[in-house]
């Protein structure tokens, strides 16, 4: 970790990560306005000293709603992460290191999965729950996990073979003892890697879901849908587009710099 | 098959999709949505009413002042009692590919909406004829009330007297259509219609371009060539065609119309118009919290509505006082709906005993839906009503609305006749409960009453009276906020001759349009 | 060669019966009701059970399904339930469009993202190096949505260069902006692949050897530094491809293009089941088609796939 640090771009980028988690953390007293109160006088002014990237239809300041959008797509992004690295390892290391008929059914399950269209099949999973929170981060995990699950099964089966782990077999350790001791830490640095490599692109499914309607409920401020909503006044007042979009860029950008950082560090033969 | 397949898509990727050479004398304009069919026993949609009201032709049409005038018929006669209706067809009627029109085919029409096989829709266009309710069920091998006693004459013989009758014929679902070629397309009519009226449908890319032409055997013929509708769903995409030359005609949509007022240019080039709609919250009526009446006026109260219109419409509406727009019924004095007044709205809440639980407003999803939901949320949050908004798909939002899952909903209704009647039977008669149009389960003995006796009415001037005592009973009993009537504003390029706003998208045949020279 | 083909195509079978299997639950769990949507404004009951009985929704889930895949098995597709137009009709109508796109896109990709990449491996660590690793992060990190957008912002609105969206008349001006908005992504990794793989190779011994040689720098670069690159570029083209022929949905929507992704979404919205089944199992089926071409190319690429 102290490595990548060293590099310039890679300790920018976590500066970036943690300055977006702090506005997400302390949003509520960084925000110069209430994200959700609206002052129809005010609406679709361009940014003035007060508000800083102007106004959206409703009169409300767009800096608060990017701000206060920051948790929403933190939150969603790692809540996703998290579950679909774990459904993804356990599916990877049981498929990989069972082998056999288990395996063959991980593999058939994990491409299933593969087969359809991500977003559409997202957009499906939202639909059936009813849209609003869970459903987002459930649906990209859903639809997530299955790269995950065949990086780390790939990497399972090369480490079974290796002559460490039929040493340790030879030796008379038990299966799980081999799992939990010997393949688990050697696959954690991949883990590692894949996890940051992903949370970006959770961060993008989920902005893409707000985008299409089908994110939190209004009128709840995402980047996703601020951007949606400003299409209709790209004209008029552009701010309600560019700034949004723009947090959103630079989250995700922030998280693969820090995760490329990482896979360079780690194994930078990785074609991830 | 796979093969030529991929040879297709090859072919086809290269060549692109050519669009016609513009062709001189065609009037370019938006559609915002693919119409789902031309056919006129299932056309449901505006934009499928757009287009069938410029390719078919009914018995009559929309005239002038708003009032049903001959089309098809040369002659229209109603009996003394009300309860027959007379049409005489014209010689000269032809349907475009030039077989003379007879009352056979309009027998055959009728039936078609009403048959139990087309399952359609728009069964109660017609189903005030004597013996077609016999005839939906499958009871009756024809309908009664449709005689034909030659080629060009009909007899139609209501129930009951209905005033609005004739203009419930000028809708597009009871336009006349060609037997023979309905038989021959079966299932896909719908993309291939042919009619009576005074364009014919050239060709049609789905969800990309429609292209109609003149119909050469329409006796008032129309002076374009050619109407070529561009499908665009987005606002903005259509605004930059418009602004770059590519439409003819645009209906503005509330983001552009500042823009457009800010334009020396622009402005000159938009006309306003209030539409023959109605934009409301409608309570659900018939369980807490809304079956109090006092709660459903202190949520009128609560709303100032000139202020959303101003704001989030950009003014592009006129405070609505009652369900009936004021260009069909002219409003009289006593009709008062309530006004914006938060004091009087906590008074009220108190009195019924105060604030409900948190009330669910639903709404389908759209941006503007959106932001006026969200305007309403905050002004009742301000009189201490906790609103919660639920955004729903359209599907998932008309089946939640239909099983009166809601505390409110935000719904407008459009007209699809130019009656008074269209806005208050449907609406609020009880036995229209859920989908057939009454969403907010109003159920009024009283209202019930008053509708009868007007609809009864062959005089349009007593009629008139009727529906005001109709408006009357209907506004003291809230069970909508009448909202607004949405204006529409419609930007026409100075080359467009002839334009006429209809509120009724299928009203317009087209006929009046043409374009300068050069 | 072709005895692979085939064994791949009948492995593929079973995963597009699951991907029918499992799309079928999906659709019958999504709430609201198609019927309510057709019918509009005002319809009494009795119409909607006639429509609900003809559309075949009043029988058992199983026997529905059934149907379906007897209707597959004739080769059909069902007809949607709005507009009665036969699904595989409009698939044949709309994936020329979203190919056209698809093959623009990933032009646009490979000749950006090559000469990005070629130019920060071959310039290492110098401004022009820095200058391509940056925009190419940006290009990875920038939502399609939104590049979009403000693409039509600056080119269509201000300096009127481009048209805002739709297909036109088929001419290359409306293929531009969608393509780079869809591209762009493909673009960045493919810069990222190609530098890391040709740095990889140009710092080996033999390059050293073919450079002493004489043989020119250019030719040195491209033949055998490139070449390591190309089995990466061709697997993310070939996911990358594969994701764009289902229809890049949000590009479709915001240029207006008439392609599968959006036919695929209407559908979804609209509770459109045989659209929607139809839509996923085309999508599915090219998943599949895009897969095997693309392991193809690597047996013809490199040669000691072949032998296996």
Redesign the interface.
Known sequence: MRRVLKRKSAAAALAVLVLVSATAILAPLIAPFDPLEGNLDEARMSPTRTHLFGTDEQGRDVLSRVLFGARVSLLIAIAATVLATLIGCAAGLVGGYVGGKVDMAVV?IS??T???????LA???T??M?GGFHSVFLALALVGWATIARLVRGLVISLRESEYIMAARAAGCGHLRIVIRHILPNALPLIVVVTSLRV?AFV?GE??LS??GLGLKPPAPTW?SM??LG?DY??SA?WM??FP??A???T??AF??VG?ALRDEID??L?L | MMRR?IA??WV??L?????APDAPNTLRLRLDA?P??LDPARI??VSGGEIAGKIFAGLVRVGETGEPVPELAATVAVSDDGLVYTFVLKDEARFSNGRPLTSADVRYSFERLLS?KT??????VLGRIDGADDYA?GKAGSVQGIETPDENTVLLKLEKPFGPFLSLLTMPNAAIVPQEVVEAWG??F??HPVGAGPFLLESW????RLVLRRNPHYSDGPKLDCMEY?I???D??AS??FE?GNLDILQLSPADIPRYNASSRLRSLVTSHVGLNTYYLGFICDRAPFDDVRLRHAVSHAIDRQKIIDSVLAGSAVVADGPVPPTILPAADERQAPGYDPKVAIRLIAEAGGAPETIGLYLSSGREELSVCEAIQEYLRKVGLDVELHM????????AV?RGEPDIFYLS??ADYPDPENFLF?TFHSS?W????NRSRFASPEVDAAIETAVAETDAATRADGYAQVEKLVVEAAPWVFLWHRKQFVAVQPRVVGFRFFPIRSADRGVQLSLREG | MYKYILRRVLVAI???L??TI??FV??K??????V?????????????E??RA?LGMDRHVVVQYTGYLWLLCRGELG?SY????PVAR?L??????T??LA?AAMAVAVAIGLVLGVVSAVKRDSLADRFSTIVA??G????V??LG??L??VF??WL?WLP????????LSFLVLPAIALGTRSAAYIAR?TR??MI?VLSQDYIRTARAKGLSTLRVNLRHALRNALI?IVTLVGVDFG?YL??A??TE??F?W?GI?????DG????DYPV?LG??LF??AV??VVNLMVDVSYAWLDPKVRRR
Request: charged share 20%.
């Open positions: 058939a491409d299933l593969l087969a359809f269209p991500s977003l559409l957009v499906a999973i639909a059936v009813g970006g993008l902005s893409s985008f299409l996703g951007v949606s299409r790209l004209h552009p587009t560019v979009g723009a959103i860029a630079i995700i950008l693969n710099v490329d930078p033969r074609k | 397949l297709v898509c086809v990727a060549c692109g999709c050519a669009r693919d789902s069919t449901v949609d139990p399952a359609s829709p728009r069964r109660w069920q299932e896909d719908g993309s890319q789905r969800d990309v561009e665009i769903p987005e903005f995409a930059s065609e770059t729903l798909e359209w599907s998932s939002f008309k089946d239909s209704w459009w449907p229209n859920g989908s057939a149009g | 079973p995963t597009l699951g991907v499992v799309t999906l659709m769990s999504l709430p609201g009701n198609p309510e949507a057709m019918i509009g404004e005002r319809a009494d009951p009795q119409v909607v006639e429509i003809q007809r709005f507009t009665n137009v409009s044949m109508q709309k994936f020329p469009n190919l056209r093959v992060s940006l990875i990190s920038t939502p949505f939104w957008l403000i039509i912002i269509a609105n009127g805002a969206g739709g297909m036109g008349d088929g001419r692949i890391s793989a990889e990466p994701s289902n229809g949905v949000l929507t915001i207006r008439d992704g959006r036919y695929a979404m979804i919205a609209g509770r929607i839509t996923v999508g599915a998943f599949v």
